[in-house]
């Protein structure tokens, strides 16, 4: 139901994502123990709960000279989501929302990227969640690049935000008392790759 998130996902998860790979593009992959991705939605008007995905594989081919020729890839297991309550993880591995199995994945993929400012840019993907694949936008921030100080290496980091219909991905129960719509943010590290 949060799943939604993916991107996180998506999402989604990424900041510079586009459909073609340029020859000076960069592969660097996801920093799995500092990316994450949270999603949130309202319960019956009473409260916002939330969730995450953390530990998530993923790469990114960055071309720093024309970000619109990058491309993201990323993918978890739907198991991995943390709800903070293991009845509501049950619920949602349940037939009521994903029945999920140990090798059902949520993933994403760029599709294209519009660079709206010097770090700022719009990612459109296909995001498959619950064996459905729908377009989403992730709107998506450059954090910083640069030389990792304890690494020693090329780094960069990323934050995006995307607005998820559950529904869209037959994950729709309860709405609309459980809001139908999922927020989801996405903060990624990755480090260039060996």
Do not use: C
């Amino acid at each position: 139901m949060k799943n939604a998130i993916l991107a996180s996902a998506l999402g989604l998860t990424t900041a510079l994502a586009g459909p073609a790979f340029a020859a000076d593009a960069e592969k660097y992959v996801l920093d799995a123990s500092h990316s994450q991705i949270l999603f949130e939605y309202n319960h019956l008007g009473f409260s916002t709960t939330y969730g995450m995905f953390s530990g998530f594989e993923g790469e990114i081919m960055f071309d720093e000279a024309a970000p619109e020729a990058s491309s993201v890839t990323v993918s978890m297991p739907v198991m991995s989501m943390f709800t903070g309550w293991e009845e509501r993880h049950a619920h949602f591995m349940s037939p009521d929302f994903f029945a999920a199995g140990d090798d059902e994945m949520v993933s994403f993929a760029s599709t294209g990227i519009e660079v709206t400012g010097e770090d700022t840019a719009l990612i459109t993907g296909d995001l498959t969640l619950n064996d459905v694949t729908k377009s989403v936008v992730l709107d998506a921030k450059l954090n910083q690049k640069g030389d990792h100080p304890m690494a020693g290496k090329p780094w960069m980091g990323f934050d995006a935000t995307t607005t998820l219909v559950r529904s869209d991905y037959n994950l729709g129960k309860f709405a609309p008392f459980v809001s139908d719509e999922v927020q989801v943010k996405i903060s990624i590290e990755a480090m260039k790759a060996d």
